[in-house]
């Protein structure tokens, strides 16, 4: 159908890595780096209608609407198919064809899933690389009649007799571009982007859309969490997984350097976690990607040193801005730009005279999670590591505390299920000051009907005894003063905060009962020196108002859009809310 020129199967190795990077650089689409400054790392400028995830143009094709449920964007399966045939006829004409077998989680681990991507892009051939394991120990494991998850992908562009791309980021438009998903036939379709999770297919397609339909059908949990370790002064380990929306600093916390003296923090991963009931009741969580597609913008040796460590060599850099002795630069690195820039378009650029920034806002690096200095020795182990906490959070400057625990499994469900971030500037039908409501973290990656995906949730609470199961909270680090200044000062500090988490999951911490679960002490998280003891009690407060607003929104606006797939426990949840607080 696609009619590429040649195919090729990729084994993975880094021979295969580098012919690719440097055919790419040959003809002028990957620029190297200065080898004394970043060795082996290579900077991409994508076509300016390629450089996100294109969420209005991301399709659950299930068999029924009611399937795909009400918070993604559906479309007939079988009209989709004959529309994306039509594109694909001869789509890699004068191009290659990769075929990559890869596989998601550990080879040989009983969570892990193979998929093969069929792409036209050598870029992607090399960022899949990166994130997942590819190749020939791939085959090996699928064997004669093992399953894998077909994924087809081409950037749109076919290229006529003698026709070049004369290092131009080859693409289709934005209204010829789909990321389709078949549930049912667990297969994913993707045309017309070579961007991110829009083309990586590994990533969000499968790993969240996909495999949370299997993991529904198969009762695991397939999510848009970071997993880390926290390790005490005395050396116990505990394994905490966090949901929050896009942009919440994900990547930071994944691999946070805590302030407080004697304890430590590993990094599983940033962005996927698949967790499944151990045959000990426990959770268990693995990290099916093998790197890091982190937004490079606001990364900075103070926001996230071991990240800066980790780009050091051997990185992609997607949409960055380029200095004049080869390096790359962007907005937030924590240093001035140093003189005159290339800028992500490929223009000159330089500070104060420009009026655009010169990386894009989601420029993006790719690293593997093995060069993050703070990676856990087991951050593979294909048993998966057991989690005592699960973390929730959005960005809301109020209403919402610095931290609160759940009283139970349900009221943690219910937390997971409203969360959301306040958002600044008016977006698609969101006025500016809104909530966002994005549950769970799985709004554009929720693969089936979300009202079915609360139960899923409700259910795994109740095929464990209660003390196996994680402890749950709700994190908000974006607390605001009524004149706009931050409350708590986030990033590093956030690690007083994960070690209140310890304690309560060892029955210590002190905290509070109040209507609206545990909330700390007030002397039970030490403050950080810019935190006053008045800031910390406002942090702390429970903002009954606040929080009868936040019902009202959640009872009239959010709730209603799950109809009868709501789960009725969630409804008893937000009442037994609501008469607390009035009782307060
Ligand atoms: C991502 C996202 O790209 O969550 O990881 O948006
Ligand atoms: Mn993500």
Redesign the pocket.
């Known amino acids: 159908m696609t009619r590429p020129d040649a195919i090729e199967w990729c084994d993975g190795s880094k021979a295969e890595y580098d012919r690719l990077m440097k055919q790419m650089a040959d003809s002028g689409l990957a620029i190297p780096l200065n080898p004394e400054k970043r060795p082996g790392c290579y900077l991409f400028r994508s076509d300016a209608s390629d450089v996100a995830?294109v969420e209005n143009r991301t399709y659950i094709a299930a068999r029924s609407q009611e399937e795909a449920g009400p918070t993604n964007n559906w479309i007939d399966p079988d009209g989709l198919k004959e529309t994306m045939k039509e594109l694909y006829e001869g789509c890699m004409k004068g191009r290659t064809m990769y075929v990559i077998p890869f596989c998601m989680g550990p080879v040989g681990s009983d969570i892990a899933r193979i998929g093969i991507e069929i792409t036209d892009s050598p870029y992607v051939v090399a960022n899949m690389h990166i994130m997942t394991r590819v190749g020939s120990k791939v085959l090996k494991a699928l064997g004669e009649d093992g399953e894998f998850i077909p994924a087809l992908h081409s950037i749109g562009k076919p290229l006529a007799e003698g026709e070049h791309d004369h290092g131009k980021w080859p693409c289709a438009p934005l209204d010829k571009k789909y990321i389709s998903h078949f549930p049912e036939e667990r297969t994913i379709w993707s045309f017309g982007s070579g961007y991110?999770?829009n083309a990586l297919l590994g990533k969000?397609c499968l790993s969240l859309r996909i495999a949370s339909v299997i993991a529904r059908d198969e009762g695991w949990m397939a999510e848009?969490m970071l997993i880390l370790s926290v390790i005490n002064p005395a050396g116990r380990k505990k394994y905490i997984v966090a949901a929050f929306p896009?942009a919440c600093g994900?990547t930071n916390l994944a691999m946070i350097i805590p302030t407080i003296p004697g304890w430590k923090v590993e990094t599983i991963g940033d962005?996927i976690a698949w967790m499944k009931l151990g045959r000990d009741g426990r959770l268990y969580a693995i990290n099916p990607e093998t790197g890091f597609?982190g937004?490079a913008p606001g990364t900075s040796l103070e926001s996230n040193p071991n990240a800066m460590k980790s780009l050091e060599s051997d990185s992609i850099f997607t949409n960055t801005a380029l200095t004049a002795d080869g390096d790359v630069w962007w907005e937030g690195i924590g240093y001035e730009a140093p003189g005159k820039l290339i800028d992500w378009n490929g223009n000159e650029w330089e500070a104060g005279k420009a009026e655009k920034p010169a990386s894009h806002p989601n420029a993006r690096f790719t690293v593997a999670a093995a060069k993050c200095p703070a990676v856990a020795a087991e951050w593979e182990d294909p048993a998966g590591v057991p989690i005592s906490a699960i973390l929730f959070g959005g960005r809301r400057p109020d209403t919402i505390p610095l931290i609160h625990q759940a009283r139970n499994w349900n009221h943690g469900v219910f937390m997971g299920s409203i969360v959301g971030s306040r958002i600044t500037t008016a977006a698609l039908d969101l006025k500016a000051g809104t909530v966002r409501r994005d549950p769970f973290?799985m709004l554009?990656f929720c693969g089936y009907n979300m009202g079915d995906y609360f139960r899923h949730w409700v259910d795994l609470g109740t095929r464990t005894q209660a003390g196996k199961l994680p402890e749950i909270f709700y994190v908000n680090w974006f607390r605001k003063t009524a004149d706009d200044n931050w409350l708590w000062p986030g990033y590093r500090e956030n690690s007083r905060v994960l070690k209140w988490v310890f304690e309560r999951c060892d029955g210590e911490g002190k905290a509070e009962e109040t209507p609206i679960g545990f909330v700390p002490a007030l002397d039970a998280i030490d403050r950080p020196a810019d935190v006053s003891a008045a800031d910390m009690a406002e942090l702390l407060a429970v903002d009954r108002e606040g929080w009868l607003n936040e019902i009202e929104s959640i009872r009239s606006e959010h709730y209603p859009k799950f109809g009868d797939r709501l789960p009725e426990v969630l409804i008893d949840e937000l009442d037994g809310l609501e008469d607390r607080l009035k009782k307060m």
């Open positions: 995830r991110g999770g969000k848009h896009s994900k962005d597609f937004v973290a554009p």
